[in-house]
C-alpha cells in the first residue's frame, strides 16, 4: 500500500522560509510521480509545484520564482523549498502521486477534485503571518 508522510510545517514570519517533506513507501517510485498541493480555510484545493518524469518542474504562478521542488531518489522523498513566503501562503499542504503527473504540467492541476490523484498525503500545516 502506497504511503505519503508530509513533514516540515510550522508557523513562520512573512518573507521566512520553510522545508516540506514528503516520504512516500510502498511502491515502484517510478510508476508514478510526485506533486505538492495546498488548501487554504475556504479555498478550494490548489495544485502549487509538480515535477514530471524527465525532472522537469512546474509552479503555479503564486509561487513561481519562490518555491522549488526537488526529489531525492534515494531516499523515496520529495521536497518544497519555499521563500519569501507570503500570509497567503497559509494553507495546509498535501504531497500527491499520480502516474498522470508524470507528462502533465501543475497548471492541469490548478484545482484538483481529490479523485483525480491517486494517492495523498496527510498534509502538513503552513502559517505566515504578516
Known amino acids: 500500500q502506497v504511503q505519503l508522510v508530509e513533514s516540515g510545517g510550522g508557523s513562520i514570519q512573512s518573507g521566512g522560509s520553510l522545508r516540506l517533506s514528503c516520504a512516500a513507501s510502498?511502491?515502484?517510485?517510478?510508476?508514478?510521480?510526485m506533486a505538492w498541493f495546498r488548501q487554504a480555510p475556504g479555498k478550494e484545493l490548489e495544485g502549487v509545484a509538480a515535477?514530471?518524469?524527465?525532472?522537469?518542474?512546474t509552479y503555479a504562478d503564486s509561487v513561481k520564482g519562490r518555491f522549488t521542488i526537488s526529489q531525492d531518489n534515494a531516499k523515496n522523498t520529495t521536497y518544497l523549498q519555499m521563500n519569501s513566503l507570503k500570509p497567503e501562503d497559509t494553507a495546509m499542504y498535501y504531497c500527491?502521486?499520480?502516474?498522470?503527473?508524470?507528462?502533465?504540467?501543475?497548471?492541469?492541476?490548478?484545482?484538483?477534485?481529490?479523485?483525480?490523484?491517486?494517492?495523498w498525503g496527510q498534509g502538513t500545516q503552513v502559517t505566515v503571518s504578516s
Open positions: 515535477l514530471d518524469d524527465d525532472g522537469t518542474a
Open positions: 510502498g511502491y515502484m517510485y517510478g510508476s508514478y510521480c
Open positions: 500527491g502521486a499520480d502516474h498522470a503527473l508524470c507528462f502533465l504540467s501543475i497548471a492541469q492541476f490548478a484545482t484538483p477534485g481529490r479523485g483525480s490523484i491517486s494517492y
